[in-house]
């Protein structure tokens, strides 16, 4: 893990939220790179938004894009493909690092380069507030999800929007 690429991405973040005029909590804590770690630390600390996952994927084009949803929800490849015309797979913890310096388990959705497509689960816009890795896994944020789409719109890559499927 490179510290010095994990704290630009998180000054990246401050700057973000700064730069949109967004107010967010952050907390500091020790790393969290599982979901029982996550739960023990959130429990401890009295979290109250929804924690987000970032899936990071790859396509046979050498395309990657990463899948900002919430920690629930489950890899939906018919409805990826049908967005992005390929066929999704989660990319190696390798290939991830290597492209976007994240660590494995705190996977940032902001920051990251332009190459990479980032595909909004359009359910995150039900929450109240959202929280996430700001790259550092011993940080957290949280803020509220009325001001997703104003963090995603700053951004320089391409976002795709994949609509909450309807039950009947």
């Known amino acids: 893990m490179n510290q010095e690429t994990l704290k630009d991405i998180f000054q990246r973040n401050v700057s973000l939220m700064k730069a949109c005029g967004v107010t967010y909590e952050q907390w500091q804590h020790e790393p969290i790179l599982d979901f029982d770690t996550d739960l023990r630390v959130?429990?401890?600390?009295?979290?109250?938004?929804?924690?987000?996952?970032?899936?990071?994927?790859?396509?046979?084009?050498g395309d990657f894009a990463l899948l900002l949803t919430h920690k629930n929800a489950r890899l939906d490849a018919k409805r990826v493909k049908a967005l992005m015309g390929q066929r999704p797979s989660i990319a190696s913890d390798n290939e991830m690092m290597a492209a976007i310096g994240c660590v494995p388990g705190a996977v940032c959705p902001f920051g990251l380069p332009e190459s990479i497509h980032?595909?909004?689960?359009?359910?995150?816009?039900?929450?109240?507030s959202l929280m996430y890795t700001p790259g550092l896994p011993e940080f957290t944020f949280a803020?509220?999800?009325?001001?997703?789409?104003?963090?995603?719109?700053?951004?320089?890559?391409?976002?795709?929007?994949?609509p909450v499927v309807e039950s009947h």
């Open 42 to 61: 959130g429990e401890r600390l009295g979290w109250t938004a929804m924690p987000t996952k970032s899936l990071f994927l790859r396509f046979k084009s």
């Open 118 to 128: 980032i595909i909004l689960d359009e359910s995150l816009l039900t929450f109240e």
């Open 143 to 162: 803020f509220p999800a009325a001001n997703l789409m104003a963090l995603l719109d700053a951004l320089p890559n391409r976002i795709l929007r994949l």
